[in-house]
């Protein structure tokens, strides 16, 4: 009997053996002991591919009666029914994704990643160079479309995964102290809970990036230049190296918002716009990790920013991996207030937030929409329509020109200077985008990015309320209250964390977005200054006719 799946979430495939849905349709499951949180599936169209697990919600099994047999056939002896099993138990049981493990060389690790830039991930947006798609992480963290969309509760999930459900029942371990631990304050000015602020700031500039090459020009690269400000010292990135940072910390940080890395090319990878773009994109990510009071003080980002020797990147490398203090037991490495919180008032402001991600999203994504439709409209239709204009001017002064006596010459200088502006506006209208479209389109792409790590985020604090109701139930017929208080502390912590997470966020909102709209009205306001000069100028050249 075939299994059917509603699609709760759309999936875009990235590789050629998966397949992408959309949320709401109905897809056949054919496999679900894939591996890797995978299952095989095909859509109403015949195509099979690989769907993330976590994007499906069986569907109840339909079973239609069996037609009836010309015989009545004897019942069967109960020996024939007492060993039946359900092929589908195990990649059911929500136990954790098996971990991949890095088991490469020292040597390997250049070999495993150098093709970086020649594996296809997302298409570059074919309407102009350079403004490729978000990525989709390589693991189910994030969204693509889902932004604000808490997902249901079950024990299946994230929740599961991350090993939150571990650390409120207190079975995750560690065997060795923390490097670093992490205070939750309460802030005086507003009440609220806050990661409490790193001890020194951090910027990061990247710049001269660069093509290069290794086995004899077999293999080419783009590097960039980092210059932390805490060293000031240059060390030298691949995308492949970001693209590391980036699992090692989605891995390591369940309640923190890493947003996905700016996107890689197919074709024209090394194109100088395409590589400025994505400079500028990986330029905003790390300003974003840099400002955050957590991730700017691990010790995994501080060995990105600054190991510059290749024999000590490695050590590093490994230690970054092997990190007991990922996932669930990074909750151990937390301080929180002492004072215990409300469950249902905090659940009900987790709530409204998860309302207020859920609108924000659909209006970004909205916006990108609108501005990347308005920047077609400047490279396309705006331009040409002023250059019709200029050349209905110029060709009037060219009729113009057949006059040949002097007291004529200034009005025909006149116009054909006028078709001459207007051919200039149509310029202008081409390149700006550059200086204040394309800026508006990539930070409200960003905070598409940014806005789709939330369901899972907010997934692991639901999945640890439940476990707490759960577990109240459970202890309190045993009436083991120790045991119960702990389960409530654990939770407590976890609530803390989401909780300070959600206001770092709306607090560099309200600065992002102050930022993004300033500067692009500013930018619209010196365009159309521009503008107006240069109409200006034509005007005052029929002061002489």
Not at 519 to 528: E, G, K, M
């Amino acid at each position: 009997m075939s299994l059917l799946a509603r699609v709760l979430y759309t999936f875009s495939s990235v590789e050629p053996v998966e397949l992408s849905v959309q949320a709401d349709e109905t897809v056949v499951i054919l496999k679900q002991d894939v591996g890797g949180g995978w299952w095989q599936a095909e859509n109403s169209a015949g195509r099979v591919g690989l769907v993330p697990e976590t994007y499906m919600e069986l569907l109840p099994p339909q079973m239609n009666p069996p037609p009836l047999p010309s015989v009545v056939p004897m019942a069967p002896p109960p020996a024939a029914v007492t060993n039946t099993t359900t092929q589908h138990g195990d990649s059911r049981t929500g136990a954790p994704r098996p971990s991949v493990t890095d088991t490469h060389d020292d040597e390997e690790w250049d070999s495993d990643w150098d093709d970086d830039d020649d594996e296809p991930v997302y298409r570059q947006n074919d309407e102009y160079t350079g403004n490729a798609e978000l990525r989709q992480p390589k693991r189910n963290r994030h969204s693509k479309t889902s932004g604000g969309t808490v997902r249901k509760y079950n024990r299946f999930s994230v929740f599961v995964r991350t090993g939150g459900e571990a650390y409120v029942l207190g079975t995750v371990k560690a065997t060795t102290s923390p490097t670093n631990t992490y205070r939750i304050i309460i802030d005086e000015q507003t009440d609220v809970p806050m990661w409490e602020a790193s001890p020194q700031s951090l910027s990061c500039v990247i710049t001269e990036p660069h093509k290069e090459s290794k086995f004899k020009g077999l293999k080419s690269f783009v590097a960039y230049q980092l210059t932390p400000t805490h060293t000031n010292y240059a060390v030298t990135r691949r995308y492949k190296h970001f693209d590391w940072l980036y699992e090692r910390m989605v891995e390591k940080f369940p309640c923190i918002v890493i947003p996905p890395l700016p996107d890689k090319q197919i074709t024209g990878r090394y194109d100088e716009t395409f590589i400025e773009q994505r400079m500028d994109g990986l330029q905003m990510w790390v300003n974003r990790m840099c400002r955050h009071p957590v991730v700017s003080c691990c010790q995994v980002f501080q060995h990105f920013l600054t190991c510059a020797d290749e024999k000590q990147w490695k050590p590093g490398k490994r230690k970054a991996e092997k990190d007991e203090y990922c996932g669930g037991t990074f909750f151990l490495t937390l301080k929180k207030p002492t004072v215990q919180l409300d469950v249902k008032e905090k659940a009900t402001t987790i709530e409204t937030f998860s309302r207020f991600v859920r609108c924000l999203d659909d209006t970004v994504k909205d916006m990108v929409l609108i501005s990347h439709s308005n920047l077609k409209k400047h490279i396309g239709p705006f331009k040409r329509e002023y250059e019709k204009v200029g050349g209905g001017f110029t060709a009037v002064s060219e009729s113009m020109g057949l006059d040949q006596r002097p007291s004529a010459q200034p009005l025909t200088a006149a116009v054909k200077y006028t078709g001459d502006t207007y051919n200039a506006i149509g310029g202008m209208f081409a390149e700006q985008p550059r200086h204040d479209l394309i800026p508006l389109l990539m930070a409200f792409k960003e905070y598409g990015g940014i806005l789709s790590t939330f369901p899972d985020l907010l997934h692991v604090h639901q999945g640890a309320l439940s476990k707490y109701v759960e577990s109240k139930t459970k202890h309190e017929e045993k009436r083991d209250q120790y045991e119960l208080a702990s389960i409530e502390d654990r939770t407590d912590t976890i609530t803390y964390a989401t909780l300070a997470e959600i206001n770092h966020f709306q607090t560099d909102r309200i600065g992002d977005f102050k930022n993004i709209i300033q500067n692009y009205l500013q930018a619209q306001i010196l365009f159309y200054q521009q503008i107006t000069e240069k109409l200006q100028q034509a005007l005052t050249m029929y002061d002489n006719v």
